[in-house]
């Protein structure tokens, strides 16, 4: 009986060892680096590493007034940890947009232009992506990028144009 019992042992680890792994543990967590860096009034930079959104803004020698709450936040390097459910769908939304077959430079022909520069990392794959007006000839997917990393500091720090 001690035999029979030995062997239907083995023979359930074998048969549980052989089962298909879960499709969540073999898949392996992916390391996005996406780093948005903006011109023209702003001159900053916003950095989504891992799941933290780090704010670096335009180092100036400009005195703001404590009292103006409105551009001074341009002025502070912040950050904001957000969740992996928020990194996982900002990876799909990427894995799925056409990211890897634009061109590196979107020229214009504005006089008035404000670029935007996005350098994304995504596992062993990299690409930088430069435009001379973020308004003008520039990839949706591109100003979606920057529009939703901005949402993501969750700091309110959209682009503030000038008049003119």
């Known amino acids: 009986m001690k035999k029979m019992l030995l062997f239907l042992i083995v023979v359930s680890c074998s048969y549980i060892s052989c089962l298909p792994k879960n499709d969540k543990a073999v ?18 930079s916003f950095i989504l590493k891992d799941t933290t959104v780090y704010f ?10 404590e009292n103006d709450r409105t551009l001074l936040k341009y002025h502070k390097k912040s950050e904001q940890q957000i969740s992996q459910y928020q990194l996982k769908e ?35 794959k990299q690409k930088v992506i430069s435009c001379e007006d973020y308004k003008h000839d520039c990839p949706d997917i591109l100003q979606y990028i920057e529009n939703k990393i901005i949402e993501l500091h969750g700091k309110n720090l959209y682009r503030i144009d000038l008049p003119g």
């Open 56 to 65: 670096l803004p335009e180092k100036s020698n400009t005195p703001y007034k």
């Open 90 to 124: 900002f990876i799909l939304k990427l894995e799925q947009s056409n990211i890897w077959h634009l061109k590196e430079n979107y020229a214009c022909e504005n006089s008035c232009t404000s670029n935007l520069k996005i350098t994304i990392k995504l596992n062993d």
């Open 27 to 44: 898949k392996q967590q992916k390391f996005l680096e996406i780093t948005v860096e903006r011109g023209a009034f702003h001159y900053d």
